[in-house]
């Protein structure tokens, strides 16, 4: 399970709390980060390219929403660690949400969802923002219907899932997708792995944070 994930097109470098998500400019199987454990993969969506991209794309397209006017990039921006860095995220006309958008920095390895820890699989997750009034208010059956008129959505779906735009389908390529977005590059891991040195103002917040004063 150590090399099923794969990373992001596009050359970015992104900090938050000091984590960083290094996104390579090809899409590439990796390793799992040293450090970090195997991911629990569920057996009905084992990550492949083809359903990584076609997650990729339903992430970054606004399709999904109701108005066709935000997708799930709206909210977890790349250049704020996939969050949007706001107290209140916006969906739709605008209406604003309950709660913040979270980041999806390592998503992939929560035990499970929601503010109310409430959904067991990042799967079930999906349908959340996807049929919450305050953020796309759309219908999941009604966005794979949306998706079926689309011959790239169709062509992509039967390639990476055999069988038409679904909610089966939207639900477990995004979540594939997800899970691909592992932190792992910050300052703290290359020093745990021997590979830098913190500078000494950091060393003594270090010892300090492990510390029981």
């Known amino acids: 399970m150590r090399y099923i994930l794969c990373i992001l097109i596009g050359s970015l470098f992104i900090s938050s709390c000091s984590e960083e998500i290094v996104l390579e400019d090809e899409l590439q199987i ?7 454990p195997a991911m629990d993969i569920p057996v009905d969506n084992a990550y492949t390219e083809d359903r990584w991209i076609l997650g990729k794309k339903l992430f970054y397209d606004s399709i999904l929403s109701v ?9 977890h921006q790349q250049e704020l660690a996939f969050s949007d860095g706001l107290v209140k995220s916006k969906g739709v006309e605008s209406r604003m949400g309950l709660r913040n958008a979270p980041s999806l920095a390592n998503i992939g390895y929560h035990p499970y969802f929601t503010r109310e820890g409430g959904v ?3 799967e079930m997750q999906v349908l959340v923002p996807i049929q919450e ?12 219907d949306r998706l079926q008129k689309d011959p790239e959505y ?5 390639i ?9 389908m939207i639900t477990r390529a995004l979540a594939n997708f997800e899970r691909s977005l592992i932190s792992g590059y910050s300052k703290y891991d290359e020093v745990i792995n021997g590979n830098s040195r913190f500078s000494d103002q950091e060393e ?3 010892n300090l944070f492990k510390s029981e004063r």
Do not use: Q, R
Not at 30 to 36: N, Q, S, T, V
């Open 133 to 144: 009034h305050a953020e796309m208010d759309f219908n999941i059956v009604l966005a794979a």
């Open 204 to 206: 003594i917040g270090y």
């Open 154 to 158: 169709v062509k992509m779906s039967n």
């Open 30 to 36: 990796i390793e799992i980060p040293a450090g970090f």
């Open 67 to 75: 108005d066709n006017t935000i997708s799930c990039a709206s909210c």
């Open 120 to 122: 067991p699989t990042l």
């Open 160 to 168: 990476a899932y055999g069988e038409e735009p679904s909610p089966y």
